[in-house]
Structures are given as C-alpha cells and as structure tokens.
T-cell receptor, first 114, second 116 residues
Framework: DSGVTQTPKHLITATGQRVTLRCSPR?????VYWYQQSLDQGLQFLIQ???????AKGNILERFSAQQFPDLHSELNLSSLELGDSALYFC?????????????FGPGTRLLVL | AQKITQTQPGMFVQEKEAVTLDCTYD???????LFWYKQPSSGEMIFLIY??????QNATEGRYSLNFQKARKSANLVISASQLGDSAMYFC?????????????FGGGTRVLVKP
C-alpha cells in the first residue's frame, strides 16, 4: 500500500458524459501527479500540482482539467468523454517537486467509456 | 525519438533464477533520475528502485539491482532469485531535471512471467 488513495476504483460511463476522479496523496506529500495508461499510448503524464498550484502540464486534452485543493487532495475532471478516453488513470504523489523525489502511485481508477 | 526504450516486450524466467530487464534512455540533460516500477495484474504501480545520474554506485534494493551504464545510456534492472510473485509488467521511467515540473517519462514496459 503506497498511501495514495484513489476513488472510484472503477467507472463505467457513456460517451459525452463527464466524470470526476479523486486522489488523496500520502500524508505529508505536497505534489500530486496524474497519469493516463492506455493500450495505444502507454503511460503518459497529464498534469502536476504542487501545494495547490499547477506546476507542469503534459499531454492533457482540453476536455480534461484538474485541481488541487487546500487539503491537498486532487481531482481530475474528464468531460465530453470519448471511447478513446477509456484507460487506467493514476494519481501519484511526492513530498516536493524536485529532482530525485520518488513518486508513489495510487491504485488507479479504471475508466470505461461505452 | 523515444526517450525510454524497453526492447523486450515479454520474457519467461525460471523460478529462483536471475533476470535482466533492459532499459535505454535518451537525454541531453546531465541531471536526471531513472526509476523502475512494477505493475502486477491487479494494476497498481509499485516503486522498485531509483538511480540518479550523478550516483557513483549502482542502486540496490533487496533482490533488485540496477546496472547503470551512463556512457551507454542504459539502466537495466536485475531481479535475483526470481519468485512467482515477480510475474508482472515492469516499467523503466526517467525524470529530467530541466523538464518542467517533475514528470516521469515511461518506457513501453516488459512483461515477465516466472515459471515454477
């Protein structure tokens, strides 16, 4: 158990819908990362927050957005869902946002868009 | 160009034997970190081992060791005395100090199946 929690574990929804994925980082970690793992794209970095502020953006679609709240939990919002958004979404956390910091991953949310 | 390349899509290993998983990387940043993660069939990503670009010694963590050859830009993972529970996908990842934020770039992974 990494100490990072993600809810829900599984999510099934329809195209065009909107969903929210939730992540609670390990106690004491200030930095949260979101990754997407799909069969065709592999594991890709989406976005990073550090202490409530956006720190870096990766291959995140405009239909996707995220935020980190004052209690440091984070939410990833996915809207106008398409079949291709079906994937395993991971949240990871680390103490800070510096080189050398290990990122610990949550169990993931498996999203299926029908 | 791929930043992280794992050339072995899958491999079998006999229980109690050692196995080496290949990882090559591409970066012009002199400061970077290399990570290995394990993903069992249940889906979670488990951190195994870390090697910094300036580390003088190869990293070791229990049965895991990293064969770091900087000039060749390779960071192979060695699992000694394989166990059935080692059957999983293994991912090599890199973080470059100059990259914005602290993102990890992953390779395509290697699936390992340990035979009894």
């Amino acid at each position: 158990d990494s100490g990072v929690t993600q809810t829900p574990k599984h999510l099934i929804t329809a195209t065009g819908q909107r969903v929210t994925l939730r992540c609670s980082p390990r106690s004491g970690d200030l930095s949260v990362y979101w990754y997407q793992q799909s069969l065709d794209q592999g594991l890709q970095f989406l976005i990073q927050y550090y202490n409530g502020e956006e720190r870096a953006k990766g291959n995140i679609l405009e239909r996707f957005s995220a935020q980190q709240f004052p209690d440091l939990h984070s939410e990833l919002n996915l809207s106008s869902l398409e079949l291709g958004d079906s994937a395993l979404y991971f949240c990871a956390s680390s103490v800070e946002a510096t080189s050398g910091e290990t990122q610990y991953f949550g169990p993931g949310t498996r999203l299926l868009v029908l | 160009a791929q930043k992280i390349t794992q050339t072995q899509p899958g491999m079998f290993v006999q229980e109690k034997e050692a196995v080496t998983l290949d990882c090559t990387y591409d970066t012009s940043d002199p400061s970077y970190g290399l990570f290995w993660y394990k993903q069992p069939s249940s889906g979670e990503m488990i951190f195994l081992i870390y090697q910094g670009s300036y580390d003088q010694q190869n990293a070791t963590e229990g049965r895991y060791s990293l064969n770091f050859q900087k000039a060749r830009k390779s960071a192979n993972l060695v699992i000694s005395a394989s166990q059935l529970g080692d059957s999983a996908m293994y991912f090599c990842a890199m973080r470059e100090a100059k990259a914005a934020g602290n993102k990890l770039t992953f390779g395509g992974g290697t699936r390992v199946l340990v035979k009894p």
